[in-house]
């Protein structure tokens, strides 16, 4: 086998496993976010969340582990994406891999706000039978730090996306409307969770805005992971 081939085998490799995880990740993140936490978690009232929680322990835990498994993935595909564009700009490709891994990092601490209100949980049915209500506003505080700490994440993560939109717009072999999609995605979350964080009285603005971008925010690191998994990896990037 030649160095050529060899090149071209590692790229698929990582282009394979990059797609395959985003696609999981996407799953997840449905499932997890999309699904489980906006329908136990009410905002602004902390008792029917708790409530909620209650009576769906197994669900809210589902949750958890599908946050775990998306962390996880997060790391891989760290990995993935340098193997993959180190080729067309190694620095850049370094510096992307490090701004997810960081994102990641901050994952996890919002995470683990989560454990904390599965701890709460089980410590409701035992400690606080009497009055378990009177645990809702710290389970609350815990679900919004959650929210909070993952949202600024998010704006790591958007640099991470922007940096590989610039990255692929370097080479013909990405095609230019992937490209396009990664770097408008990067800059959406860039705005977006700015907005959440440091500017919470334009929450209306700020919803408005996220409903019109959610379109690039998804369509980006999305179709980039298909095509990877469809057509990435197949003939070297080097011919930029």
Known sequence: MNALQQDTNQ???????????????????????????????????????????????GLFRAEILGWLIILILDIVVSW???IYLKPIQQGYSLLAAWLRLIYTAILAIAIANLVQV???????????ASSPTALAPQIMIAV??????????????????????LI????????KVISILLTLAGISYILVHLLHGFFPKLDTITSILEMILSIPMIAGELGFGIWLLIRGGRAPLTDA
């Open 11 to 57: 790229l698929r490799q990582s282009a394979v496993i990059a797609g395959i995880s985003l696609l999981i990740m996407t799953l997840a993140a449905f499932f997890s976010y999309g699904y489980i936490h906006s329908s136990l978690i009410i905002s602004g009232d902390s008792i029917a969340t708790l409530e909620n929680l209650q009576a769906s322990a």
């Open 80 to 82: 993935a994406f340098y």
């Open 118 to 128: 599965g701890t709460l949980i089980n410590q409701s049915e035992q400690l606080f």
């Open 144 to 165: 919004q730090t959650f929210e909070s700490v993952w949202s600024l994440g998010l704006i790591i993560f958007g640099l991470h996306l922007l940096a590989i939109g």
């Open 168 to 175: 692929a717009l370097k080479t013909k072999k990405i095609p």
